[in-house]
C-alpha cells in the first residue's frame, strides 16, 4: 500500500488552536456546514468544532460512558453509539437536545457509523453477541407515507454476523471504522490488517487495500 501526502498541503492541528482541553479523540465526522464532531473519552462528551475552528462546544451525551462511533445525518441530527446501543441527539432550533434518545440496541460493540447519500445509517458491530464475529448492518432510512425516517426494526447484515449464517456475504472476524462513498462501495477496517471494500451489488466480496 502506497500512501503520501499531497505535495503543498500541511495538516492543521485542530484541538489546541482553539480552547477545550479535550484529549483522547476517538471517532470523528463532519456536517455538511463543516463543523466537526469528535467523541472525547476523557470527559464521556461528544465535541463540535466550528468549521472555521473559532469556537468548540461540548455536547454531553447523559450517559456517563464512552462513546465508540458518531455521525450527522443531512437534517443535522447527530447520532452515537455507547457499547450495545445507539442514540441520537435531535437537531432543533439551531442547537442539540440534551437528552440522547435510543434508537437501536442489541449489538455487542459498536466500533464505527457512518451516513450514505440516501440517508441510510451503516453500522460497525465488533462483534455480534451470539456468535462473537463482527459484522457490517445497515438501518434503512424509509418513507412512510409522508415521514422518512431510519427504521431499526428493517435494519440487516451487509457484511460478516454469525458464521452459520449464509444470508450474510463474508465473515468479519473483527470490524472498526466504516466509510461509504458516492457510489454506495462500503469500506471497513477488518481484522486482517486491512482496510475491505465492499461494492454492492457488483459481487466483490472483500478486495483489501
Known sequence: MNCALQIGSTPTYVSNTIDG?????????TDAAGDIFYTDWSSNSII??????TKQTQLPTGLGSL??????????????AQGSSIYELAYSGGK???TPVTISTGYASVVGLTFDGAGNLYV???????????????IPNETNGSTTALNPSDQYILAGGP?????????????GAVAVDGQGNV????????????????VNFGSST
Not at 460497525?124 to 445497515?138: E, R
Request: proline share 1%; glycine share 10%; net charge negative.
Open 21 to 29: 482541553g479535550w484529549w483522547a479523540a476517538g471517532a470523528i465526522t
Open 48 to 53: 463540535e468544532t466550528s468549521a472555521d475552528l
Open 67 to 80: 462513546s465508540t462511533g458518531v455521525a450527522v445525518d443531512s437534517h443535522n441530527n447527530l447520532y452515537f
Open 96 to 98: 442539540y437536545s440534551t
Open 124 to 138: 460497525s458491530d465488533a462483534g455480534m453477541q451470539y456468535a462473537n464475529d463482527g459484522a457490517i448492518l445497515v
Open 163 to 175: 458464521t452459520n449464517s449464509w444470508s450474510a456475504p463474508l465473515n468479519l472476524s473483527l470490524s
Open 187 to 202: 469500506y471497513y477496517g477488518n481484522g486482517d490488517s486491512a482496510i475491505n471494500k465492499f461494492t454492492v451489488g457488483k
